[in-house]
């Protein structure tokens, strides 16, 4: 078989990433494949990475033994057309890119020459507020920290530019697209891709928006006193149908002025 381009969408986290990855999962597009081997039920590549990097693994991550996960992605993309695949996941921009490339590469699917990759950048403190929240939300990291404490102790790990520098140094070309306007930005980086314009739904998914206050007030308080994932869903679910609205686009108004 025949390597083909790879293009890697590497996020990062909350930069549209889940609206993305959802367009992806359900539609077929010409310019390249997108493989179902290593997808996580929401779109992404998650289950594909965490089978090749076990410190980033999760409880709930379905992890793949690495010869069977070559054996289903050599067996997928044999039966595709297109000469370009495309990975998406959001933990490409956590240091373990070159990884996942050189694993692709050394078992003859990716051209070591045609690697793109796809990164989105947003304004820090919006990004901030909205990482914030999904660690709220998430009930596997279930984070108790407030919004301060935890933009103090975290905020030299959110800058772009190392990001961009460690995928520069796994990938051929990396293609920057600003967040902004997020009205648009599913079709600008699927267009980004290689898909083509008439190839786009009519209608875009907006998925994985933050929660309003009141909820992200009360949810803290559960995981301070909760340590069971299962139960911190429950308790979840239940504070989404007794606060309403339960969902808001999340703002840096999260954090004080100082």
């Known amino acids: ?8 969408h590497a996020g990062p986290h909350k930069t549209g990433t889940s609206s993305i990855q ?4 359900d539609h077929v597009f010409s310019a390249f494949h997108y493989p ?48 370009a695949f495309l990975i998406s996941s959001e ?10 490339v050189e694993w ?19 304004d820090l403190l919006s990004r901030a507020a909205s990482l914030y929240n999904q660690a709220v939300k998430d009930p596997y990291v279930g ?8 933009l103090s102790e975290e905020a030299t ?31 600008r980086v699927l267009m980004a891709a290689g898909a083509h314009q008439e190839e786009l739904p009519d209608k875009m998914p907006w998925t994985n928006i933050s929660m309003s206050e009141p909820v992200l007030k009360a949810l803290l308080e559960v995981n301070r006193t909760v ?6 869903i429950q308790r979840r679910n239940q504070l989404f149908h007794l606060l309403r609205p339960a969902f808001t686009p999340s703002s840096p108004r999260l954090f004080s002025d100082s």
């Open 1 to 8: 078989m025949k390597p083909r381009r790879l293009i890697l």
């Open 157 to 187: 790990s959110l800058r772009f530019e190392p990001i961009q520098a460690e995928l520069r140094s796994a990938v051929t070309a990396v293609d920057v697209l600003s967040y902004e306007p997020a009205e648009n930005l599913v079709q």
């Open 36 to 83: 179902k081997t290593g997808q996580w039920p929401d779109g992404s590549h998650h289950n594909l990475v965490f089978s090749l990097v076990p410190e980033l693994r999760r409880g709930d991550a379905e992890v793949l033994d690495a010869a069977d996960l070559l054996e289903q992605l050599q067996r997928e993309l044999a039966d595709v057309q297109q000469q």
């Open 227 to 232: 340590a069971d994932p299962e139960e911190r």
């Open 104 to 122: 692709l590469v050394g078992h003859g699917l990716a051209d070591p020459d045609g690697i793109r990759a796809l990164l989105v950048e947003r």
């Open 143 to 150: 984070e108790t920290r407030s919004p301060d404490a935890w």
């Open 22 to 25: 959802a367009v992806l999962r």
């Open 91 to 100: 933990f490409l921009s956590t240091g373990c890119a070159a990884r996942l």
